[in-house]
């Protein structure tokens, strides 16, 4: 599992899939979810605006498992 780590008190589910280097585009991402390839938490995620804070985790299909921390 990988840490991810973010300076605010969260980050939105699109924009944390670009900052893992996932996906290099919001199409990209859109496309991802809508694929059913993204877990937060272990339940399947569709919205790119879904916050995510600290201790959550996500597992993307082909990218691997990452974990959202604080600094």
Request: positive net charge; hydrophobic residues 40%; contains cysteine.
């Amino acid at each position: 599992m990988k840490t991810i780590a973010i300076s605010t008190e969260y980050i939105k589910l699109d924009q944390f899939l670009k900052l893992a280097d996932c996906v290099s585009t919001g199409g990209m991402a859109k496309a991802l979810l809508q694929d059913n390839a993204v877990k937060v938490n272990g339940a399947p995620e569709e919205r790119r605006g879904r916050k995510l804070y600290s201790g959550d985790t996500v597992e993307v299909e082909g990218c691997g498992v990452f974990q959202v921390a604080k600094p």
